[in-house]
């Protein structure tokens, strides 16, 4: 794993890279993970994670060899991270958090974790050529809906709506 892309930062989505971060420096790992997305997931990963107090400081340790480095991108802009090409769009939750599209070239698909309703991430996403799939999180079901909106997540209902705004044929997952 040469790069983690970070949706936002709540434990849910990033516990994992705990995990991470400690198995690659229990076995000397000697390239770093970059943990990438928008500037202020960045910084809330480095100052409120990876800090020595939650976990290791791990962009610091091993002395020499630090296990991860941080990339904060650019929103809206089409950057390049290893083999593929990454824009991150703001979408809306309640903490900052990004949708992401991806390709590599020819074809690509569009992620976002927790979201609610949206429009910046379908309005870039029109006109792409090659997009192959759309993977959206929902995390709640439709007796939640109150909840789902407070929380700004998806719901089934709210992922139908959600349809009409996203390029048309390509699959939802």
């Given at each position: 794993i040469e790069h983690a892309l970070v949706s936002h930062s709540h434990l849910d989505h990033i516990a994992g890279l705990a995990y991470l971060t400690d198995t690659l420096a229990s076995f000397g790992s000697q390239r770093p993970v970059t943990l990438a997305s928008l500037e202020p997931v960045v910084e809330?990963?480095?100052?409120?994670?990876?800090n020595n107090v939650v976990w290791p400081d791990f962009a610091q340790i091993p002395e020499?060899?630090?296990v991860i480095k941080y990339r904060a991108l650019i929103e809206g802009v089409e950057q390049r991270l290893g083999?593929?090409?990454?824009?991150?769009i703001p979408v809306t939750h309640t903490v900052p958090a990004a949708g992401f599209i991806l390709h590599d070239g020819s074809t690509g698909l569009i992620y976002s974790g927790d979201t609610g309703p949206t429009r910046a991430l379908w309005e870039a996403a029109r006109g792409l050529r090659g997009l192959r799939a759309v993977i959206l999180e929902c995390a709640f079901p439709n007796r939640l809906a109150a909840l789902a909106e407070v929380a700004r997540h998806m719901t089934?209902?709210?992922?139908?709506?959600?349809?009409?705004?996203?390029?048309?044929?390509?699959?939802?997952l």
């Open positions: 809330a990963l480095r100052s409120a994670v990876f020499g060899s630090p083999d593929l090409w990454v824009t991150p089934p209902d709210l992922i139908r709506r959600e349809l009409g705004k996203l390029p048309a044929d390509v699959p939802v």
